[in-house]
């Protein structure tokens, strides 16, 4: 685990295992191709802590009542990125409905 300011802290998982191989095969693909870019970028010492869009997004990505996409179990859609806030407070209101939700389904 690498160290992080980040609070309250981060769990390691590869993200091949947390996202279908058409997901996790792109963002490789990216990540590799930005650290060929960007020097520093892709080492083993980088930590992806979250996902961030630049602006509200023109679409939403589908969601269930209980917030999860409806093909994709365990993903949920949530602020600005998934087209459901559209600013930083909003975001931030969705980004906690959607933490909760997943820790509901966690637990069940």
């Known amino acids: 685990m690498n160290k992080t300011s980040y609070q309250p802290g981060l769990k390691s998982a590869p993200l091949h295992s947390l996202f279908p191989k058409s997901i996790?095969?792109?963002?490789?693909?990216?990540?590799?191709?930005?650290g060929d870019k960007m020097h520093g970028f892709y080492t083993a010492e980088a930590n992806v802590i979250g996902v961030e869009s630049r602006t509200?997004?023109?679409?939403?990505?589908?969601?269930?009542?209980?917030?999860?996409h409806p093909e994709i179990e365990g993903l949920f859609p949530c602020g600005e990125g998934g087209g459901?806030?559209?600013?930083?407070?909003?975001?931030?209101?969705?980004g906690e409905r959607c933490a909760e939700a997943a820790i509901a389904l966690m637990k069940v």
């Open 56 to 68: 509200s997004s023109p679409v939403s990505i589908p969601r269930t009542e209980q917030l999860e």
């Open 84 to 94: 459901y806030a559209g600013g930083i407070v909003s975001a931030a209101m969705d």
């Open 24 to 34: 996790g095969g792109r963002l490789r693909k990216g990540f590799k191709a930005f």
